[in-house]
T-cell receptor, first 115, second 114 residues
């Protein structure tokens, strides 16, 4: 089975722009979670989607949004980029995630640099 | 709310020596605990997870961890370190209503010396 894929792997943007990141989960997985990883704040949960519905959300401003499609693929969008948004954005998929024993399988991440 | 504390941001061992990475958690409800490893420029890979079935959990690459409720700990060990174990390790917790949210510790960078 193919793993979680994320595109693009690297991205450079300037302040004020917006960006869309894409995540394709493992085949059959219905839950997709997004995380932001920075040296200062570590790994922080952004949001989780299941069957096209956001079920959980972390403490991030409204500039961060996401969606999930009927084939479970997910996108996250960051509008009005700030320098502090520079980070590695990780996507993870799991079968259900309703039960928290589900294993989350992570993609390689998208490295976003904001100049 | 749940939280995780990893004691020691950097741990250095010699090849062949015992690896011990410490993790303490805080949760008001029974937790599920995970250890992930991250190699440079890669995502996270699951090493092992505790889901209340057994307190001693064996994972991949010779790693294991023991859940100790009285100490609220879930330390990761490996009897003999290998050069390929050099990476960053993350302890994480989730609870029954997490819905896809893992709460991570700050990570421990493991260095293995020849």
């Amino acid at each position: 089975k193919a793993g979680v894929t994320q595109t693009p792997r690297y991205l450079i943007k300037t302040r004020g722009q917006q960006v869309t990141l894409s995540c394709s989960p493992i085949s059959g997985h219905r839950s997709v979670s997004w995380y932001q990883q920075t040296p200062g704040q570590g790994l922080q949960f952004l949001f989780e989607y299941f069957s096209e519905t956001q079920r959980n959300k972390g403490n991030f401003p409204g500039r961060f949004s996401g969606r999930q499609f009927s084939n479970s693929r997910s996108e996250m969008n960051v509008s009005t980029l700030e320098l502090g948004d520079s980070a590695l954005y990780l996507c993870a998929s799991s079968l259900e995630a309703g039960g928290s024993t589900d294993t989350q399988y992570f993609g390689p991440g998208t490295r976003l640099t904001v100049l | 709310a749940q939280s995780v504390t990893q004691l020691g941001s950097h741990v250095s061992v010699s090849e062949g020596a015992l690896v011990l990475l410490r993790c303490n958690y805080s949760s008001s409800v029974p937790p599920y605990l995970f250890w992930y490893v991250q190699y440079p420029n890669q995502g996270l890979q699951l090493l092992l997870k505790y889901t209340s079935a057994a307190t001693l959990v064996k994972g991949i690459n010779g790693f294991e961890a023991e859940f100790k409720k009285s100490e609220t700990s879930f330390h990761l060990t490996k009897p003999s370190a290998h050069m390929s174990d050099a990476a960053e390790y993350f302890c994480a917790v989730s609870v029954g209503t997490s819905y896809g949210k893992l709460t991570f510790g700050q990570g421990t960078i493991l260095t293995v010396h020849p």
